[in-house]
Antibody, heavy 125, light 106 residues
Framework: QLQLQESGPGLVRPSGTLSLTCAVSGGSISNGNWWTWVRQSPGKGLDWIGDISHTGNTHQNPSLKSRLTISLDKSRNQFSLRMTSVTAADTAVYYC??????????????????WGKGTTVTVSS | AIQLTQSPSTLSASVGDRVTITCRASQGITNALAWYKQRPGNPPRLLIYDASRLKSGVPSRFRGSGSGKYFTLTISSLQPEDFATYHCQQFDTYPLTFGGGTKVEL
């Protein structure tokens, strides 16, 4: 059974860099699919950050794009998020998830079906 | 970016009630919509994809419908474990976006 686990510092200083890793177990990150990051600010809704395909193609939220790097490490079966110049507004629970692309009749279905438990990142001095 | 507007933002209900949550898209998204359930302290859990397809293992009391700009999630008979927040998400166009969430409370 596929499992995802986020890891990284829980506290980041303002103007610093947030770095998170999502370790994938029970399956290979190379076997298709997209791998995505989502965050949830305290008491708020869900915000899509970006994703990366098993071939390394990426999509990024335009609101974060200038500060964002999403990368893949096939040798370690994990993918990572790096966000620079963080502020208090980046304080959130960060989730990694699998974005499945399933062939349907004439088009593809997409959904995020496997999620990590989430990791809390606080931006504070 | 495509905006998703969920209503209501909060819904008071009782066990056994039929509950309907709506999700409106700012532009047409065909059927590229998913619904998630999230309980406090937990990640979202996929319920519905392609607007109306029930994920394997999800109880049949959950039903999704709609296409284009207007979608609904219906819970036919609310169970104690269904008190949670529900989110819609569109996959039609990047950037992917979520609705603001609907909290179903007692």
């Amino acid at each position: 059974q596929l499992q995802l686990q986020e890891s990284g510092p829980g506290l980041v200083r303002p103007s610093g860099t947030l770095s998170l890793t999502c370790a994938v177990s029970g399956g290979s990150i190379s076997n298709g699919n997209w791998w995505t990051w989502v965050r949830q600010s305290p008491g708020k809704g869900l915000d899509w950050i970006g994703d990366i395909s098993h071939t390394g193609n990426t999509h990024q939220n335009p609101s974060l794009k200038s500060r964002l790097t999403i990368s893949l490490d096939k040798s370690r079966n994990q993918f990572s998020l790096r966000m620079t110049s963080v502020t208090a507004a980046d304080t959130a629970v960060y989730y990694c998830a699998r974005l499945t692309e399933e062939p349907g009749t004439g088009y593809y279905y997409y959904y995020m079906d496997v999620w990590g438990k989430g990791t809390t990142v606080t931006v504070s001095s | 970016a495509i905006q998703l507007t969920q209503s209501p933002s909060t819904l008071s209900a009782s066990v056994g009630d039929r509950v309907t949550i709506t999700c409106r898209a700012s532009q047409g998204i065909t059927n590229a919509l998913a619904w998630y359930k999230q309980r406090p302290g937990n990640p979202p859990r996929l319920l519905i994809y392609d607007a109306s397809r029930l994920k394997s293992g999800v109880p049949s009391r959950f039903r999704g419908s709609g296409s284009g700009k207007y979608f609904t999630l219906t819970i036919s008979s609310l169970q104690p474990e269904d008190f949670a927040t529900y989110h819609c998400q569109q996959f039609d166009t990047y950037p992917l976006t979520f609705g603001g969430g609907t909290k179903v409370e007692l």
